[in-house]
């Protein structure tokens, strides 16, 4: 990387050129740290949920491969198709809806667990190629079956360097007033399904 320092600059141009490299790197990674939380304010108004009421559980995972590999594993089926069967307690996965895009809604059917849970299906609902960001919305089952009222879960691709990346999920989640004391959280296999992802795409990379 080329470093200029703008105090040796004798060039009046070369220095305000300087300054708007740097003022504009720092907005780009303000917008970036606001997005998600934009996203789920404005998701939280139009599923009718106060965005105060959502709680997050967030994981990141660093990955060697190159951030545009994992980006197309992640926009459409790739996880469905390829990651998701291999979880052992997977029996089943269906698109009842969809090719992959926005509005594709995909059902997955799991070894039923002591909490009697057997099935999830979600909603793609957001798939944004420039920030490679991808959120779905359940329509049934895992924590919308016992308690509660909202669940999206989200993946955003970030670029570490060329040749890797980092995997941040995000699971957002809204619980019934009347189940508040149960405290009901989400079970959706995050951390395996990106672990999984880690191992395909660096095992293909």
Not at 68 to 91: F, M, S
Not at 152 to 173: A, G, H, L
Request: charged share 25%.
């Amino acid at each position: 990387m080329l470093y200029i320092n703008p105090e040796n600059c004798r060039n009046r141009e070369t220095r305000e050129s300087f300054q708007g490299l740097k003022l504009a790197k720092f907005q780009r990674k303000k917008m970036l740290k606001q997005f998600s939380l934009v996203f789920f304010v404005l998701f939280a108004c139009y599923v009718g949920v106060n965005s105060r009421e959502l709680k997050h559980i967030m994981k990141e995972l660093e990955v060697n491969a190159p951030a545009c590999d994992a980006w197309e594993l992640y926009r459409n089926l790739g996880l469905i198709n390829i990651i998701v069967p291999k979880l052992t307690n997977v029996q089943s996965t269906q698109v009842l809806k969809g090719d992959g895009g926005v509005g594709t809604v995909v059902k997955t059917t799991f070894v039923p667990d002591e909490a009697g849970n057997s099935s999830y299906t979600e909603e793609f609902i957001v798939i944004d190629d420039q920030k490679r960001v991808k959120a779905a919305k359940a329509l049934e089952g895992d924590c919308l079956a016992f308690g509660c009222s909202v669940l999206i879960v989200e993946f955003d691709i970030k670029e570490k360097s060329q040749n890797s990346c980092i995997i941040k999920s995000i699971i957002s989640y809204a619980v019934k007033k009347e189940f508040e004391a149960k405290d009901p959280k989400p079970t959706v296999p995050i951390e395996a399904i990106t672990q999984a992802s880690k191992e395909y795409l660096e095992r293909n990379n």
